[in-house]
T-cell receptor, first 113, second 113 residues
Framework: SAVISQKPSRDICQRGTSLTIQCQVD?????MFWYRQQPGQSLTLIATANQGSEATYESGFVIDKFPISRPNLTFSTLTVSNMSPEDSSIYLC??????????FGPGTRLTVL | GDSVTQMEGPVTLSEEAFLTINCTYT??????LFWYVQYPGEGLQLLLKATKADDKGSNKGFEATYRKETTSFHLEKGSVQVSDSAVYFCALSDPAAGNKLTFGGGTRVLVKP
């Protein structure tokens, strides 16, 4: 399985600011994904990030709020822009390493005050 | 669209008790099915999977069988330990939906000594 790291592991931010979350994988992968897990809830897919193309966003998520970069096959960033308390969540990246199998990073716990 | 329904928690058990978490799904295509586990303060880990009807996934004493006729993938463990306390997520990956993961709501399991 892939080894996936995320930075930061947690942060407390003021409303109106932005936070960039990094996801690093120890091997090259084609498919990377970003999820949000709101408190006590399940995971919701934000977007799929493929290297060399723009991210594909799910319904309810827009690029202006959650810009994503994917500069190479081992790295991606998700920015949460103009944050509000409703953005307080755990943000997780995942990679598709084997067919149909996704492996998840440890998550970034974000609290917006 | 695709959906996954799993029993709501929390489920509270005594050590060595039998655990069942029900999971049913609807999918457009022929999905692969997964159980993920999230231990307190950690990210998601893939627990087991099944890719076709009647397949049985197993890991760490947990089992689940892909039942196409009842569109179910119930998770079972014969004798739980305190260390099994976690949130368990049922999920599917549907090739007809680009292999995106769809998660159930999660079931919190608490095992008491």
């Amino acid at each position: 399985s892939a080894v996936i790291s995320q930075k930061p592991s947690r942060d407390i931010c003021q409303r109106g600011t932005s936070l960039t979350i990094q996801c690093q994988v120890d091997s090259q992968v084609t498919m990377m994904f970003w999820y949000r897990q709101q408190p006590g809830q399940s995971l919701t897919l934000i977007a799929t990030a493929n290297q060399g193309s723009e991210a594909t966003y799910e319904s309810g998520f827009v690029i202006d709020k959650f810009p994503i970069s994917r500069p190479n096959l081992t790295f991606s960033t998700l920015t949460v822009s103009n944050m509000s308390p409703e953005d307080s969540s755990i943000y997780l990246c995942s990679v598709e390493y084997f067919a149909n199998e996704q492996f998840f990073g440890p998550g970034t716990r974000l609290t917006v005050l | 669209g695709d959906s996954v329904t799993q029993m709501e928690g929390p489920v509270t058990l005594s050590e060595e008790a039998f655990l069942t978490i029900n999971c049913t799904y609807t999918a457009t295509g022929y999905p692969s099915l997964f159980w993920y586990v999230q231990y307190p303060g950690e990210g998601l880990q893939l627990l087991l999977k099944a890719t076709k009807a009647d397949d049985k996934g197993s890991n760490k004493g947990f089992e689940a069988t892909y039942r196409k006729e009842t569109t179910s993938f119930h998770l079972e463990k014969g004798s739980v330990q305190v260390s099994d306390s976690a949130v368990y997520f049922c999920a599917l990956s549907d090739p007809a939906a680009g292999n995106k993961l769809t998660f159930g709501g999660g079931t919190r399991v608490l095992v008491k000594p």
